[in-house]
């Protein structure tokens, strides 16, 4: 198989990842939540903007390059908190981890990973950044800062979208509960995927035992077949800005919240010291009504865009996408499932596709719209709606 691994977008590496796993992991990491109205609504919102291309640019030497909280990256793209990232391939976080160092973006990994966070930090390198869900015992919840700080990771992401754990109802169908139990539908879907079987589980089970999440106190330490704390995710619904204000004290590098939908929170975010929010939705799958974070981004950027980072995510498959939510003002765009589909398909290799992708794609769009690079991105660079003044 030469280097596209077959793969021309991003579609192509959501085909592959669908035939890879087993039907209740694809649909886990693909699927939204309820009626997916806010996974449609994300795709659409993006679709509705259009480019308004330059004419006449030396577009000879392209950069991607961008600085955030002091750091360079190759490219405007960072790789998105995904929990259980492992059940795409053993160890997918580290796959996940290195192909972002070699691509010269953040990687960020989940507290619900199965590769415990000082294990990606040995294993991977590059810029690390490491996602919070807050636990009911905040004590718990600020231990585990204290290990990410020591483990070296540069930047916490604060998950603020998801006081409960949602619904998701295709995962009751397909079997996909925690506590996990072998049905005999989810045992089919397991038998006629033998890559993954093998690939994957086969690999856990002769090594390390069930996958389960690495980062969770000793004790809690879930396997997937048993109920942590009788929830199926640990989250907390008591969470307030006071607890922003906390972890500020004890993170002193780069805060950032993640699932701001509002320039309101954005503000507050700032007023708590924070140095970016993340505009996302959770990728359609938090609640499933919301505007599209790519809609939401101008009124975020044009409250707190001088007082914070902006970044965004949800929905962004093209690179297309990212130079849209940059000319609107966005320092970044976090990736979710495509870079999980690649890694799913290939592994490490399979997370390097998914991001050349992008790194094509931006590269041949930034000449096609006559733009030396994405610094220079702008409004300008965007079609006004019908009525609205150009470049505002
Ligand atoms: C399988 C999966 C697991 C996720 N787990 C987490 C998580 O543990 N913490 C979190 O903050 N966001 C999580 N997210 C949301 C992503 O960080 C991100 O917001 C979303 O995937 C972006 O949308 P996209 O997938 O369309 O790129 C998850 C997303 C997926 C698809």
């Not at 507290?111 to 415990?116: F, H, I, K, L």
């Not at 035992?209 to 969770?216: I, Q, S, T, V």
């Given at each position: 198989m030469d280097k596209s691994l077959g793969a021309y977008d991003i579609a192509d590496l959501c085909g592959l990842a669908r035939r890879r796993l087993p039907k209740g992991v694809f649909e886990f990491f693909d699927r939204g939540n309820g009626d997916e109205q806010a996974l449609i609504e994300n795709r659409a919102a993006l679709e509705r903007i259009k480019l308004a291309p330059h004419a006449l640019?030396?577009?000879?030497?392209?950069s991607q390059e961008i600085t955030l909280f002091g750091q360079r990256h190759g490219m405007p793209i960072a790789v998105a908190p995904t929990g259980s990232a492992g059940l795409a391939w053993h160890e997918g976080e580290i796959a996940l981890a290195r192909a972002a160092a070699a691509a010269g973006i953040p990687f960020t990994l989940a507290?619900?990973?199965?590769?415990?966070l000082e294990r990606v930090a040995e294993q991977a390198g590059g810029t690390l950044w490491f996602q919070i869900y807050m636990w009911p015992d905040r004590s718990l919840s600020h231990r585990l800062v204290e290990r990410a700080k020591a483990a070296g990771y540069q930047a916490l992401v604060v998950t603020v979208d998801t006081p409960v754990p949602p619904g998701r109802e295709y995962n009751l169908r397909n079997g996909m509960?925690?506590?996990?139990r072998f049905t005999r539908r989810n045992v089919s879907d397991v038998l006629v995927h033998p890559r993954w079987l093998t690939g994957v589980l086969m690999r856990y089970l002769l090594t390390t035992?069930?996958?389960?999440?690495?980062?969770?106190p000793s004790g809690m330490q879930?396997?997937?077949?048993?109920?942590p704390m009788g929830r199926s995710m640990m989250v907390?619904?008591?969470?307030?800005?006071d607890d922003l204000r906390v972890l500020r004290k004890l993170w002193p590098q780069a805060l950032m919240v993640k699932g701001i939908l509002h320039a309101r929170d954005a503000v507050l975010a700032a007023d708590c010291g924070a140095d970016g929010v993340i505009v996302s939705n959770h990728g359609g799958r938090a609640?499933?009504?919301?505007?599209?974070p790519i809609e939401v981004l101008p009124e975020v950027v044009d409250a707190a865009g001088k007082r914070l980072a902006v970044l965004v995510d949800s929905g962004f498959r093209r690179g297309a996408d990212v130079v849209k939510a940059l000319a609107l003002g966005a320092k970044a765009v976090l990736i979710g499932r495509a870079t999980l589909y690649g890694v799913a398909v290939a592994g490490q290799e399979g997370a390097a596709r998914a991001i050349e992708i992008y790194r094509d794609e931006i590269d041949r769009l930034l000449a096609l719209i006559g733009?030396?690079?994405?610094?220079?991105?702008?409004?300008?660079?965007l079609a006004a709606p019908a009525g609205m003044d150009a470049g505002a």
């Open positions: 640019v030396d577009t000879s030497r392209r507290t619900g990973s199965m590769t415990s509960t925690v506590p996990f035992g069930m996958p389960r999440y690495e980062n969770y879930s396997r997937i077949t048993a109920a907390s619904d008591s969470l307030t800005w609640v499933d009504s919301t505007r599209a733009c030396p690079g994405v610094a220079h991105l702008g409004r300008d660079y």
